[in-house]
């Protein structure tokens, strides 16, 4: 029988995890820990004055964790990498390359809908709300979650990249068989947070008019990721939105 001495250090059980109010819990259980770290703090800090200074933020407060909050860890198959929320007003949504209903539908998403066509023949939707990928779990994920009003890139550096780089390397860690779409070059330098001995990664130009027929255009990842996907036991991605 263990008896404790009174030199025994106290047997206490460690503090609950800290809950993150507006994160969904289950990502929190995740990459909770991210948000205590000094440059979170300090990234926090930056959207305080950036709002305090009379500054639009998109997307706004409540889908800044939007993808999150529809794709949960334990359904995420896929994950596709953005850098940058769209600037303009009601684009961003929280989700990399989607928009809000009623709003155009921008160049790069249209390449992406003409590449999917190609692929699988499926109609040009009307509209660039992506909810329902994301809904499947296609993590729709960019490097910067946030933006300032028509100033691209206005947020970059300022710490999100270290969170969202916490989450590609936590999946890569804790699940099996993802399958990362990464375009361009900006994407392609996450290849190194990415375990390849335990998943997928496919690569192309950005579907940007200006890239797109570079080699996006005909790169196939819609069919390879649903092929990928079986293979590994798992229920394919229906791409039409």
């Not at 296609?138 to 780089?165: I, M």
């Not at 990362?180 to 994407?187: D, I, R, S």
């Amino acid at each position: 029988m263990n008896q404790t001495s009174l030199f025994d250090p106290p047997q206490t059980d460690p503090p609950p995890p800290k809950k993150h109010k507006g994160f969904p819990p289950d990502w929190d259980m995740m990459i909770g820990q991210e948000f205590e770290k000094p440059y979170f703090k300090e990234l926090k800090s930056f959207l305080k004055q950036e709002l305090e200074a009379g500054h639009k933020i998109y997307p706004p407060p409540k889908e800044i964790f939007r993808a999150f909050e529809l794709c949960p860890p334990k359904k995420t198959k896929v994950v596709i990498l953005g850098q940058d929320p769209y600037h303009g007003s009601k684009q961003a949504h929280g989700l990399c390359f989607s928009v809000n209903k009623n709003v155009a539908i921008p160049p790069s998403l249209q390449n992406i809908y003409k590449e999917i066509h190609n692929e699988l023949g499926l109609p040009i939707p009307s509209h660039g709300n992506l909810e329902h990928w994301a809904q499947q779990g296609v993590l729709l994920l960019n490097a910067t979650l946030t933006v300032r009003e028509r100033t691209p890139t206005s947020h970059s550096g300022k710490g999100w990249e270290y969170f969202t780089d916490a989450v590609i390397r936590t999946l890569s860690e804790e699940k099996k068989g993802l399958v990362f779409l990464l375009w361009g070059n900006f994407a392609k330098s996450k290849k190194t947070l990415i375990d390849t001995q335990k998943h997928h990664i496919l690569t192309a130009p950005h579907p940007s008019p200006f890239s797109a027929n570079a080699g996006f255009f005909g790169c196939g990842h819609f069919t390879k990721t649903n092929k990928i996907l079986q293979s590994e036991g798992k229920e394919p991605i229906d791409w039409s939105v």
